[in-house]
């Protein structure tokens, strides 16, 4: 997620953007502070958890650090 640079094409895309209050960009900034109280409270929260993995923020990235939020 390193390569994020904030563009937003992976939030327009994910389905669970469109029912969810989520934005797998915000995550990735999120992850980018690096700050390990942050990460854990993003991994107790169900926030990550709506990724589905289904792969559509891939195809629009421009950097391509999301292949999924979560790794199957």
């Not at 289904?54 to 790794?71: I, S, Y």
Request: one cysteine or more; charged letters at 25%; a neutral charge.
């Amino acid at each position: 997620m390193n390569g994020c640079i904030n563009c937003g094409s992976c939030t327009a895309i994910c389905p669970a953007a469109e029912v969810y209050d989520y934005e797998p960009r915000t995550i990735a900034n999120l992850v980018q502070m690096r700050d390990d109280n942050v990460i854990e409270e993003l991994l107790k929260s169900d926030t990550i958890w709506y990724c589905g993995k289904c792969m559509n923020c891939k195809t629009p990235c421009v950097e391509k650090p999301l292949p999924t939020l979560r790794k199957k």
